[in-house]
């Protein structure tokens, strides 16, 4: 049993298409969460899908928090965030499914207005992929991993810390994952599209100098 998180902040725009992907999968997930964080752009998708759980905070919490407050939600046996910007390849929930590890990670899809990005981000991870780049993430942490919501909620989301390299709340999760012990299991393959475009890139400060390269 799986519930995926869509997270959005400023994404109501691109979100209908994260939501199609979760819908038309092969194997639906048992709940779909969906919260917009204080954006206030997203009104309009519970009247367009009443099968989602639709969660519009009229404040911005932040990540850590939203995060934290969602995961605490979930009653099954496995959870998976993904941001409302993105989607799902359409048999990717069926094969998160078979999964009997503790973490189950994947390979991801960088597409998008802004995919070159990726280049930057993360010089020598990525290859070409038919137009777009294949990011190899076997035993490696990423944002949309899947893992058990019991372990998770024992750690819950919170930053690694302040500054430096990965201060993700989801690195601190993927860490504490790893130091309790847990199992991990990778699908090569890509199931996830990462879309990079601007409104994702501009939450990098120090990208900016090279988005203007790009342009």
Same mark, same amino acid.
């Given at each position: 049993m799986?519930?995926v998180v869509?997270a959005?902040?400023?994404y109501g725009?691109?979100a209908?298409?994260?939501i199609?992907?979760?819908l038309?999968?092969?194997?639906?997930?048992?709940?779909i969460l969906?919260?917009?964080?204080?954006?206030l752009?997203c009104?309009?998708?519970p009247?367009l899908?009443p099968?989602v759980e639709? +969660?519009l905070?009229?404040?911005?919490l932040? %990540?850590v928090?939203n995060f934290? /407050?969602?995961?605490m *939600? !979930?009653?099954?046996e496995?959870?998976l965030?993904i941001?409302?910007?993105?989607?799902l390849?359409?048999?990717a929930i069926e094969?998160?499914s078979?999964?009997t590890?503790? +973490?189950?990670?994947?390979d991801?899809?960088? %597409?998008g207005?802004?995919k070159e /990005?990726?280049l930057i *981000? !993360?010089?020598?991870?990525?290859?070409?992929?038919h137009?777009?780049?294949?990011w190899?993430?076997?035993d490696?942490?990423?944002g949309s991993?899947?893992?058990?919501?019991?372990?998770g909620q024992k750690?819950?989301y919170k930053?690694?810390?302040?500054?430096?390299?990965?201060?993700?709340?989801?690195w601190?999760?993927?860490?504490q994952?790893?130091?309790?012990?847990?199992?991990?299991?990778s699908?090569t393959e890509g199931l996830?599209?990462?879309?990079?475009h601007?409104?994702n890139?501009?939450?990098?400060d120090h990208?900016?100098e090279a988005?203007?390269?790009?342009?």
């Open positions: 799986i519930t869509i959005s902040y400023k725009h691109l209908a298409h994260c199609e992907s979760l038309s999968q092969t194997k639906k997930p048992e709940r969906f919260v917009d964080d204080g954006a752009d009104s309009h998708l009247y899908y099968g639709f +969660v905070r009229p404040k911005n932040g %990540t928090d934290h /407050e969602m995961l *939600r !979930v009653e099954t496995y959870v965030f941001g409302a910007d993105n989607w390849r359409s048999d094969l998160l078979k999964a590890t503790d +973490v189950v990670t994947y991801i899809l960088v %597409t207005e802004l /990005e990726i *981000r !993360v010089p020598g991870e990525t290859k070409p992929h137009g777009d780049y294949y190899d993430r076997k490696r942490h990423h991993m899947m893992y058990k919501t019991a372990l750690i819950g930053k690694r810390f302040e500054d430096g390299i990965h201060p993700q709340e989801d601190n999760l993927w860490d994952l790893m130091e309790q012990g847990a199992s991990v299991a699908i996830l599209f990462y879309r990079r601007r409104e890139f501009l939450k990098y990208l900016e988005l203007e390269e790009m342009n």
